[in-house]
C-alpha cells in the first residue's frame, strides 16, 4: 500500500514539471545576474580578429652590443676660438656695407668700405718714407765707402746706417698700417672677412660711424661646434673626457657624432649637475641641422671594455603608464594572444630605436604599432 502512494507521489510531480516547463518554457541564461555581470574576455588577452581590429603588430626586440652611459641635455655652442670680431682700424665712416647678418663669406670677402682721414697720413708718411730711403740708402753705402778708405771717421758710417735703418722701418710701419686697413692713399679701406663663416652681428650700415671701440662685424665658423653639457649626480666619475657622445638630429639617417673634452670638477650646488663640454666632429657635413643655441639630447657612450649590453626597440613601442616607462609583451600562443605591460629602463635613443637596460631581454615580441589602442583595450593595464 506504502509503495503505490509513493509511485503515485512521484507522478503527480513529474505532471507538474512537464507542465511548469510547458508553459514557462526553459530559463535564459543571458537574463540571468550572473551572465550580466560576466567579463566579455580575459583581461590582457585577445583574439586574433581582436588584434587585427586594433592595428597592433609585433617585433622582436634585438640586442645591443654596447648600451650608452646615459643621455642627458645639452645646448648646441662655439668653442671659443670660432668667433672672430672685425675691427676698424681707423675711426672713420662706413661708405658701402656689402653683407647681412647670417649671410655666409668667405675668409677675405670684402664686408664693407670705410673712408677714414689716418689713412691718408699713413699715406703721406709713406710717401716720404720712401723718398728719404733713397737718399738715406745712397748716404750711407758713401760714407761707408770712405771711412773704408779712412776718409771720414767710423762713427759717420754708422750714423749713416742707423738712419737708414729708422726710414726702412717707418716704410713698413706705414706700409703694414695701410695694409691692415686695406686702405689707400686717398683714405678708402677695407673691413675683410678673417675667416670662413657666417655673419654672426653687423653692428654698423651705410653712413654711420666706425671706430676701435665697437667691432662691425662679428663672424662665426659654424663648423666648429662644440655641446655644453648638463651631467647629472650620478654620473660624477663616471664621465671622462675622451667619450664618445652622438646627438640624434631629426630628418637625419645619420647621428652626429663627437666626444666629450672636458668635464668640470664639482656639481653645481643649485642645479645638482656637471657641466661638461664636447667637441662635435661632423657637424659640418651637409644638413647637419644643427645651430648654435639648439637644444639636444646627447648620448654618452658606455667606456670601451666595460661589457654592458641591452635590448633596441622601435620608439614606438615606448608608452607611459603610471609614469613609467612601459613595453607590451606578447606571451603565450594559440587563439588567444596575452599581452603584459613591461616596465622598462632608457638609456639612449637614436635613429627611431631605443636602447632599453633592463626590462625585457632579446628575442621578445614586442608592440611596436597599436600601443596605445592596445593600451586603451586593456584599461591602462
Given at each position: 500500500m506504502d509503495r503505490k502512494i509513493l509511485l503515485g507521489a512521484a507522478a503527480a510531480i513529474a505532471v507538474i514539471a512537464g507542465l511548469g516547463y510547458t508553459f514557462y518554457g526553459k530559463p535564459d541564461p543571458a537574463s540571468t545576474p550572473q551572465a550580466e555581470q560576466a567579463p566579455a574576455g580575459t583581461p590582457g588577452k585577445l583574439d586574433a580578429a581582436q588584434v587585427k581590429a586594433l592595428g597592433i603588430r609585433l617585433e622582436a626586440a634585438k640586442a645591443a652590443s654596447d648600451v650608452p652611459l646615459a643621455s642627458v641635455p645639452a645646448t648646441v655652442s662655439l668653442p671659443p676660438d670660432a668667433r672672430v670680431a672685425v675691427a676698424a682700424p681707423f675711426a672713420g665712416i662706413a661708405v658701402r656695407v656689402f653683407v647681412v647678418e647670417g649671410q655666409e663669406v668667405a675668409k677675405g670677402q670684402v664686408l664693407a668700405q670705410v673712408r677714414a682721414a689716418d689713412p691718408v697720413q699713413f699715406g703721406g708718411d709713406l710717401a716720404r718714407a720712401r723718398a728719404d730711403l733713397e737718399v738715406d740708402k745712397a748716404r750711407a753705402e758713401r760714407l761707408e765707402t770712405l771711412a773704408r778708405e779712412g776718409v771720414v771717421a767710423g762713427a759717420r758710417a754708422d750714423e749713416a746706417r742707423a738712419a737708414l735703418?729708422?726710414?726702412?722701418?717707418?716704410?713698413?710701419?706705414?706700409?703694414?698700417?695701410?695694409?691692415?686697413?686695406?686702405?689707400?692713399?686717398?683714405?678708402?679701406?677695407?673691413?675683410?672677412?678673417?675667416?670662413a663663416g657666417r655673419v654672426a652681428k653687423v653692428a654698423i650700415e651705410a653712413g654711420s660711424p666706425v671706430?676701435?671701440?665697437?667691432?662691425?662685424?662679428?663672424?662665426?665658423?659654424?663648423?666648429?661646434?662644440?655641446?655644453?653639457?648638463?651631467?647629472?649626480?650620478?654620473?660624477?666619475?663616471?664621465?671622462?673626457?675622451?667619450?664618445?657622445?652622438?646627438?640624434?638630429?631629426?630628418?637625419?639617417?645619420?647621428?652626429?657624432?663627437?666626444?666629450?673634452?672636458?668635464?668640470?670638477?664639482?656639481?653645481?650646488?643649485?642645479?645638482?649637475?656637471?657641466?661638461?663640454?664636447?667637441?662635435?666632429?661632423?657637424?659640418?657635413?651637409?644638413?647637419?641641422?644643427?645651430?648654435?643655441?639648439?637644444?639636444?639630447?646627447?648620448?654618452?657612450?658606455?667606456?670601451?671594455?666595460?661589457?654592458?649590453?641591452?635590448?633596441?626597440?622601435?620608439?614606438?613601442?615606448?608608452?607611459?603608464?603610471?609614469?613609467?616607462?612601459?613595453?607590451?609583451?606578447?606571451?603565450?600562443?594559440?587563439?588567444?594572444?596575452?599581452?603584459?605591460?613591461?616596465?622598462?629602463?632608457?638609456?639612449?635613443?637614436?635613429?627611431?630605436?631605443?636602447?632599453?637596460?633592463?626590462?625585457?631581454?632579446?628575442g621578445e615580441a614586442v608592440v611596436v604599432s597599436g600601443v596605445a589602442e592596445l593600451k586603451s583595450a586593456l584599461g591602462g593595464a
Open positions: 735703418r729708422r726710414t726702412e722701418a717707418t716704410v713698413a710701419e706705414n706700409r703694414r698700417l695701410l695694409a691692415l686697413a686695406g686702405a689707400s692713399g686717398d683714405g678708402s679701406g677695407t673691413l675683410r672677412a678673417p675667416i671706430g676701435n671701440e665697437i667691432a662691425p662685424f662679428l663672424v662665426e665658423n659654424a663648423a666648429r661646434l662644440t655641446l655644453d653639457l648638463q651631467l647629472p649626480e650620478r654620473l660624477a666619475g663616471l664621465a671622462r673626457p675622451g667619450m664618445a657622445i652622438s646627438v640624434h638630429v631629426p630628418g637625419n639617417a645619420e647621428p652626429v657624432r663627437g666626444s666629450l673634452v672636458s668635464v668640470g670638477a664639482s656639481l653645481d650646488p643649485a642645479t645638482r649637475s656637471i657641466a661638461a663640454r664636447a667637441q662635435l666632429s661632423n657637424a659640418a657635413m651637409p644638413g647637419s641641422g644643427l645651430v648654435p643655441g639648439q637644444s639636444v639630447t646627447a648620448v654618452i657612450a658606455a667606456p670601451a671594455g666595460s661589457g654592458k649590453s641591452g635590448v633596441s626597440v622601435p620608439a614606438t613601442a615606448l608608452t607611459r603608464i603610471d609614469r613609467q616607462d612601459t613595453v607590451f609583451v606578447r606571451q603565450g600562443s594559440g587563439k588567444e594572444l596575452q599581452f603584459v605591460p613591461r616596465q622598462v629602463t632608457i638609456v639612449g635613443e637614436a635613429a627611431g630605436r631605443t636602447i632599453l637596460s633592463a626590462g625585457i631581454e632579446p
